[in-house]
């Protein structure tokens, strides 16, 4: 196989591995040879060891360095256009607790998490990306809300996102099976969206803070929420 046609697979995907390309020519020798061409050529960056990428957005490349995971939290309410804040961090939610990647200007985080779901794929070949819907990204920012930065961004979410579907929204919360959560964007939906999804949430005795940054004065009685 010759250059030409490894460079016309590395243009095919955000993010290639060495084993790919070493198992596409059969000589680690010249996969070695390759890849250094192809990185004094500029038209491959390395990631990290053994890791390499063609593409110039940093999400395409995030999102496709782990499988499965995706784009969420403050990185995905920019990507959605939710926030005006730019990221200097890329965070991605994925299956196991990887090691964070220094990459360019970015520092890409991974976000272990049992809740893999409620994402979709946007664009192809290299600049292909998974990002987080945006009733996903709801739920995710109330389930770690660190990540978000602060709430006034967690309410950006609400506030900016367009064409929420409910019957989404109460599925990716039944999935979580977190009542706290399930209470807040209930809230935060109500407020924001003049969406009710009271119906479909069960509200025990207990009493939650609405801002997971502060603690709530005053008493939300529908959804016994601090606020």
Known sequence: MSVGEIEEI???????K???????????????????RLIKKGNLKRIKKGVYSNSDD????????????????????????????????????T??????????RYKIIFIESGNIFGYHKEGKDKNVVFLADSEKLMVDALFKPEHMGNFDEIINVFKNSKNIEKTKVIEYLNQMN??????????????YQNMDISESVKIN????????????????????LKI
């Not at 790919?20 to 390759?34: D, L, T």
């Not at 959605?80 to 200097?88: C, F, Y």
């Open 178 to 191: 977190s009542n706290k959560i399930s209470r807040q964007v209930g809230y935060l939906l109500e407020m």
């Open 205 to 224: 005795k207990n009493y939650y803070d609405l801002n997971p940054f502060e603690k709530g004065k005053k008493i939300n009685k529908k959804w016994r």
């Open 18 to 36: 060495f084993k790919e390309i070493y198992g596409r020519v059969n000589s680690k020798e010249y996969a070695k040879q390759v890849v250094y």
């Open 95 to 104: 299956t196991k607790n990887y090691a964070p990647i220094e990459f360019e």
């Open 58 to 93: 940093i999400f395409s490349i995030a999102s496709n360095i782990y499988y499965p995971s995706y784009i969420s939290f403050l990185s995905a309410s920019y990507k959605l256009g939710l926030t005006e804040v730019i990221p200097i961090a890329v965070y991605v939610v």
């Open 10 to 16: 590395i243009n095919s995907s955000p993010v290639i």
